[in-house]
């Protein structure tokens, strides 16, 4: 680790992959929903079959934000798409080979119709959409606001089912505050973890006005994902 | 991330004994008193959860908000395009795309503004376009992040940035106190002068240059004798330019050399170096295979402007070039008044000068515009035109007959390179381009060149069909 503050942030990591190895031995005790998620988090691979055959939730899903991973020689595309009536989020992901950028047929800011599958797990949003074909629309939704208190405490209800529950997606009117922190519709204040680019980016949007922003929250900071800006989402992934 | 209250355990190792430390969240207190040094993993997981889970929020405090700026925004699909070049791709097309934006009056889209500054930070010779461009968002922004100071205010810099910031930083201060208070500035340069190094001197020329006045002398003239050539250099140009008493001198050394009789200049170089020169940036030993008499003739007479020459010999300015030269010095002349037409160009006298040196074309359209250059460049043969056209790479505001030559010079193979091809598909003006890649497309066959020109060509109409109304 190249920060110089590594120790806290490698401390808690070997913890938690210690409570999952006790979860591991123990997971036949465990409930099914976590005995699932215990099995997908050490590796276990779950048939696209299986997950097909799992009822789906009908919505409008809305391309929140796209972020592009390249490691371990494959490019992994991880889409949060936002369930505009049940307020559901939905984590689909597609993978290809390193380099190659795996084909996305729905734009970043597009609304979409269609049933998703869910995977079995507690707090598990990753999910496979019915119709991957389904038209995208590029118009903006009426999403609900929200606030970092609804975000907390969701979050927190979250890691009390599923310690080893990481990012949480958030979307709803963030404005940029002092002391490089993130403030929602209500004035509160979370830290943000993005880079001086992303930063400089984040505020030229919003020019100190909150707006619409899509961003994942892991229990200490705030990484922004997307933001709205002269009616386009723009991504900053 | 907070820091945890187990660190010092885990990099002292659990072995070491010790106890465990006070319960960091009263939710954990049950679980926390049964807990051992030895269980130190379990003990971390639980406190990165408590962590994690029980943030409380706090009160933050807002940004002061940007100025509106009621100018339209850039389209999106030119925006993109936008984009594009300042990812390098097409970057050719910059200069264009930011005078038709600004000609519409039109403002960046907010999400390249932070990538404008930073290229502006790199560029500085289209700084002043790129303030327009990006407006008040843009000066909100650098003055919020305290970064592209060139972008900001001279308050916004502080005073002693002049004293304690970066070359470039201490350049754009100046730049600003120029502007906003000449005299102060100036004494600020005259006191400082002595001990800036040389590259600092010259750039701090240059950067006054924009902005210069008759007070400048009193710093300008000690630069003539200044032991670095460079400076001396700058030194002379920029003293040339206002109505300085190194520019009555230079002329009276000229005359001194110079006799109008009727129709013909009679020129006579001095028989001695005189002292004084030295300290006006002469120097007396010529450069090697030229003559004394001539090396210090040239000097004497390039350091009168172009500008001045005919009310100083009393012609009609188009009269100059005409004189018969009734001596033996007239190469001398002729390499004088072509190094004060590369220093202190004269569009109007551009085509009797080339006349004179077509080997020194380049030189001569360089330092005049756009427009002026078409105008010449008309007239010349094809031959001399096809370079001058690359090095411009810039549209002219209406169809010049010189620009036939490029489409010849691309089906006959005679351009090499994809950056030629790239400059010359930025000669053509916009309603010139439909036209040129219907010839294209008509014909059978074509060179990987002519590709390179017809792509840049339908890359500039992606944009100019959003940005000319």
């Known amino acids: 680790m190249k920060s110089s503050n590594w120790e806290t942030p490698f401390l808690f990591a070997m913890g938690n992959l210690h409570l999952l190895l006790q979860a591991w031995k123990t997971r036949k005790e465990l409930d099914e929903d976590l005995r699932e998620e215990v099995e997908q988090f050490v590796g276990l691979p779950v048939s696209k079959e299986d997950v097909l055959a ?32 049940s307020g559901r989020w939905a984590k689909t992901l597609k993978f290809g080979a390193l380099g190659q950028k795996p084909l996305e047929i729905w734009p970043l800011g597009g ?59 958030f979307i709803g009117l963030i404005a940029p505050g002092k002391d490089g922190t993130l403030l929602d519709a209500e004035g509160n204040a979370l830290s943000c973890s993005a880079s001086a680019a992303k930063i400089d980016a984040f505020y030229t949007l919003s020019g100190g006005h909150p707006i619409l922003s899509c961003a994942e929250w892991d229990g200490h900071s705030l990484n922004l994902l997307s933001a709205q800006s002269d009616g386009q989402l723009i991504d900053f992934s | 991330m907070s820091e945890s209250v187990l660190t010092s355990i885990a990099l002292l190792g659990t072995g070491r004994g010790g106890e465990m430390p006070a319960c960091p969240n009263e939710a954990l207190e049950g679980v926390w008193a049964s807990l051992e040094t030895s269980q130190l993993l379990p003990a971390a997981a639980l406190e990165e959860c408590s962590l994690a889970s029980g943030r409380v929020l706090s009160r933050g405090e807002s940004l002061p908000l940007a100025p509106s700026d009621d100018r339209e925004l850039i389209p999106p699909a030119a925006g993109d395009c936008l984009a594009q070049i300042l990812k390098g791709n097409h970057a050719a097309c910059f200069g264009e795309f930011i005078d038709q934006a600004l000609a519409q009056n039109l403002r960046a889209p907010n999400a390249l503004v932070p990538l404008l500054l930073n ?9 002043a376009d790129l303030r327009r461009l990006v407006g008040e968002r843009g000066a909100w922004l650098a003055q ?11 308050e916004a810099g502080g005073d002693d940035l002049w004293g304690v910031g970066t070359p470039e930083e201490r350049l754009t201060w100046m730049e600003n106190a120029r502007r906003d208070d000449l005299p102060a500035a100036i004494s600020l340069i005259q006191e400082c002068w002595k001990g800036e190094e040389p590259a600092f001197k010259v750039a701090l020329i240059e950067v006054s240059s924009e902005s210069l006045s008759p007070n400048d002398e009193v710093w300008l003239e000690p630069a003539l004798s200044d032991s670095r050539k460079e400076v001396r250099a700058a030194a002379t140009k920029t003293l040339l330019r206002i109505p300085s008493s190194f520019r009555a001198r230079s002329r009276e050394r000229a005359l001194a050399c110079l006799n109008l009789k009727r129709n013909s200049l009679e020129v006579e170089p001095p028989e001695e170096f005189d002292p004084a020169w030295k300290n006006d940036g002469l120097r007396e030993k010529p450069p090697a295979k030229t003559g004394a008499r001539a090396w210090w003739l040239r000097q004497l007479l390039t350091r009168v402007p172009l500008s001045d020459w005919p009310e100083m010999l009393g012609v009609a300015p188009g009269e100059l070039f005409s004189l018969k030269v009734s001596s033996d010095w007239q190469e001398a002349l002729h390499l004088a008044w072509l190094d004060s037409a590369k220093e202190h160009p004269v569009p109007s006298f551009v085509p009797a000068l080339v006349k004179i040196f077509p080997q020194n074309l380049s030189d001569l359209l360089q330092p005049i ?26 549209p002219p505001q209406k169809n010049h007959s010189c620009l036939k030559v490029i489409l010849k010079s691309l089906f006959k193979e005679k351009v090499y390179s994809r950056p030629e091809a790239q400059a010359l598909a930025l000669c053509l003006p916009p309603d010139r381009i439909a036209d040129a890649l219907t010839s294209i497309s008509k014909r059978k066959s074509i060179n990987s060149m002519t590709e390179e020109f017809a792509r840049t060509l339908e890359f500039r109409q992606s944009y100019l069909k959003h940005l000319i109304t």
């Not at chain 1, 899903?61 to 505009?84: H, K, M």
């Open chain 2, 369 to 394: 515009s756009v427009e002026e250059s078409y105008e010449i460049l008309d007239e010349l043969p094809a031959d001399l035109v096809l370079p001058q056209l690359v090095r411009l790479a810039s």
């Open chain 2, 119 to 127: 290229y502006g930070q790199r560029h500085r010779e289209v700084r």
């Open chain 2, 144 to 154: 919020l992040r305290g970064r592209w100071d060139w972008l900001s205010t001279r």
């Open chain 1, 111 to 169: 609304t979409v119709k269609t049933g998703m599958h869910f995977y079995l797990g507690t707090t598990n949003a990753r999910a496979i959409p019915a119709n991957e074909g389904a038209p995208a629309k590029l118009e903006l939704p009426n999403i609900p606001n929200r606030h970092f208190s609804d975000l907390i405490e969701e979050y927190a209800d979250l890691r009390g089912r599923n310690p080893w529950h990481r990012r949480q997606p």
């Open chain 1, 54 to 85: 799992r009822p789906m939730v009908e919505d409008s899903w809305f391309v929140a934000s796209r972020i592009l991973l390249e490691q371990d020689r494959l490019s992994t595309s991880i889409t949060w798409l936002y369930g505009v009536n």
